[in-house]
């Protein structure tokens, strides 16, 4: 079993950065994928950005992809989200998410993670 917390969000202005964390306790950390996830009001949650346990790449939808950066640190078992360039439309509830069975591209998908965290409001205004 795996705990993840998230941590970071806030209100930011269009243009701004934040850096969201995601502290993960329990189960060997290093051998689990990790991910973020968001969903705005009204919409289904949608893949942000996945890092393999292994750090062998890592992923990012379309519509982050150059304005943030997924990033862990296995002996702090955290990993965290960079992210900067902010726009209106980034603004949802932020999700951190964990694998132990997920590689590759198939760690895009929300049905690959067993484990998540409660969420943090990410609201970035115009």
């Known amino acids: 079993q795996v705990q993840l917390v998230e941590s970071g969000g806030g209100l930011v202005q269009a243009g701004g950065s934040l850096r969201l964390s995601c502290a993960a306790s329990g189960r060997t950390f290093s051998t689990v994928a990790m991910g973020w996830f968001r969903q705005a009001p009204g919409k289904e949650r949608e893949f942000v950005a996945a890092?393999?346990?292994?750090?062998?790449?890592?992923y990012y939808a379309d519509s982050v992809k150059g304005r943030f950066t997924i990033s862990r640190d296995n002996a702090k078992s955290t990993q965290y989200l960079q992210m900067n360039s902010l726009e209106p439309d980034d603004t949802a509830v932020y999700y951190c998410?964990?694998?132990?069975?997920?590689?590759?591209?198939?760690?895009?998908?929300?049905?690959?993670?067993?484990?998540w965290g409660q969420g943090t409001q990410v609201t970035v205004s115009s």
């Open positions: 890092i393999p346990w292994n750090v062998g790449g890592t």
């Open positions: 998410a964990g694998s132990r069975y997920c590689s590759g591209y198939g760690c895009r998908r929300s049905g690959a993670y067993e484990y």
